[in-house]
């Protein structure tokens, strides 16, 4: 009984322990403390723009938490793990992150909402894309976020002497620099909205590999991806922001777009076949649900029955070593006309 007052009381009061860690990010107070050595609450607070009396209390309970330090003479300082990763300035920094978890705890908080509607009440696709802010968190927290295991999806992917690569939706393009360095003959080109794009060519420039990363406009809703030159064409995290019928729509053109024996590479977080597992792909179907207009999560079988349906020739699921995300990988079979699956209802060229 004791177990489950536990278990309960850990459930209930979760939120709890997120909000004192994005309020904490938000108001700066890890690089403020970073920038001077630590600093007494007085000093952080005047520095956060907090009260100084609220401000001691949110200090004391990041160190119950764990993120922060408190030291001799009542001085602050960062924990090891704020230092190595809520530290703006550090190369790990998961900040930016931090603060686009921060800013979906509105939108989660309309789930039951949304569940009810049976879609997004408050889809942040056009938010994101309105508040130039909100886009260059977001694409730069998906970047920290995938840099950690970028090389593993890419050590998981098996392509043939690839040339050419089109990343769909690519964000920041995190996936295509880690195939660019582990393929030397590689180049991709990072399909994502125009405002995303400046962002993205940022990140690629400071890889170092924007002689072989090159970003177009695209609206992957609806343009064309390609006509038959790509080796390869990645979706990464993208398909569970769509309905169903988009994410086909999307891999038929994706099909189009390869050359026959091309690959299409499918990576994201995949529910297993009881659907009640892994906890974290039963809750990212949940925020899906919540976050994106159409958006839901696939088992891996769901996800191999679509490209199956889409036209491609032996789909599979594969593992990613240290990761939670897995592959659903398919190829353009050899010696068929695509003419059909190019003239999707829903494609058009992007100028
Ligand atoms: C969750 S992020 C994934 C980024 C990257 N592929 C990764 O795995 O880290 C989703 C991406 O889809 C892009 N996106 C959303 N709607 C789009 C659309 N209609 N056309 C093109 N890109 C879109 C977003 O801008 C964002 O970069």
Redesign the pocket.
């Known amino acids: 009984m004791d177990l489950h007052f536990a278990r309960l009381n850990q459930l209930a009061f979760g939120y709890w322990h997120a909000q004192t860690l994005f309020t904490l990010t938000q108001a700066g107070v890890f690089d403020t403390l970073h920038g001077r050595g630590g600093g007494t609450a007085g000093e952080v607070a005047a520095a956060c723009g907090l009260d100084p009396d609220s401000g001691t209390a949110l200090l004391d309970a990041g160190v119950a938490l764990g993120l922060l330090r408190k030291l001799d003479g009542g001085r602050y300082d960062n924990s090891e793990m704020s230092q190595a990763l809520l530290v703006s300035a550090t190369p790990a920094s998961l900040v930016h992150w931090v603060r686009v978890m921060g800013r979906w705890v509105a939108p989660w908080a309309s789930l039951g909402r949304a569940l009810q509607a049976g879609h997004a009440v408050e889809p942040q ?1 056009p938010r ?2 309105a508040d130039p802010a909100y ?1 260059e968190e ?2 730069l927290g ?2 920290e ?2 840099s950690r295991t970028s090389e593993q999806v890419a050590a998981a992917v098996e392509l043939e002497q690839p040339r050419i690569l089109l ?9 295509s620099i880690a195939l660019c360095r582990k393929y030397p003959q590689l180049r991709s080109t990072l ?3 125009e ?2 794009l400046p962002v ?1 060519r940022r990140i690629v420039e400071s890889s170092g590999l924007d002689e072989r990363i090159a970003a177009r406009r ?6 064309s991806f390609g006509a038959g030159e790509a080796d390869a064409v ?5 398909l569970h ?2 309905s169903r019928d988009v994410g086909l729509d999307m891999l038929r053109r994706a099909l189009a777009a390869l050359k026959p024996g091309g690959k299409v590479i499918v ?2 977080h995949f529910l297993d076949e009881s659907r009640t597992a892994p906890v974290f792909a039963t809750l990212h179907n949940l925020s899906a649900r919540t976050l994106w207009e159409g958006g839901h999560s696939y088992t891996t079988h769901e996800m191999v029955d679509l490209l199956a349906q889409a036209g491609f020739e032996a789909p599979a699921a594969v593992a990613v070593a240290a990761s939670s995300t897995k592959l659903v990988m398919g190829r353009r079979p050899t010696g068929r006309d695509h003419a059909a699956t190019s003239a999707s209802p829903l494609a058009n060229e992007t100028p």
């Open positions: 696709s994101i894309a886009l977001f694409i998906m970047h976020y995938a990343d769909v939706g690519a964000g920041a393009g995190t996936y399909l994502d909205m405002e995303v993205a695209t609206d992957y809703r609806s343009s990645l979706l990464s995290n993208v922001q769509e990576h994201g």
